[in-house]
Nanobody
Framework: QVQLVESGGGLVQPGGSLRLSCVAS????????MRWYRQVPGKQRELVAS???????AYEDSVKGRFTISRDNAKNTVYLQMNSLKPEDTAVYYC??????????WGQGTQVTVSS
């Protein structure tokens, strides 16, 4: 059974940093494109960052220069380093993975709250 488990969320002050982790029980993790999404109540889930199996990355405009997505294929883990956090980054962050053309797998989400 495929599982994606996020961790690393929490409460942080504006300007602070957090690193989210997502461990995936995927036997062929290296070929999966991994993504981080976020969602606030009443709004659609938003794609924040993605990384392909070959390491190509992409970011949503509002997080460029502040967030960094990376992966460690030996640990079946994808990370989201979040710096210079703003109150508007507050959301539940979800990890997702798929092989292009096939279904998405999702984690349960981790809450990030940016507040003084």
């Amino acid at each position: 059974q495929v599982q994606l488990v996020e961790s690393g969320g929490g409460l942080v002050q504006p300007g602070g940093s957090l690193r989210l982790s997502c461990v995936a029980s995927l036997s062929t993790f290296t070929i999966y494109t991994m993504r981080w999404y976020r969602q606030v109540p009443g709004k659609q889930r938003e794609l924040v960052a993605s990384i392909t199996g070959s390491g190509s990355v992409a970011y949503e405009d509002s997080v460029k220069g502040r967030f960094t997505i990376s992966r460690d294929n030996a640990k079946n883990t994808v990370y989201l380093q979040m710096n210079s956090l703003k109150p508007e980054d507050t959301a539940v962050y979800y990890c997702s993975g798929n092989i292009p053309g096939f279904r998405d797998y999702w984690g349960q989400g981790t809450q990030v709250t940016v507040s003084s």
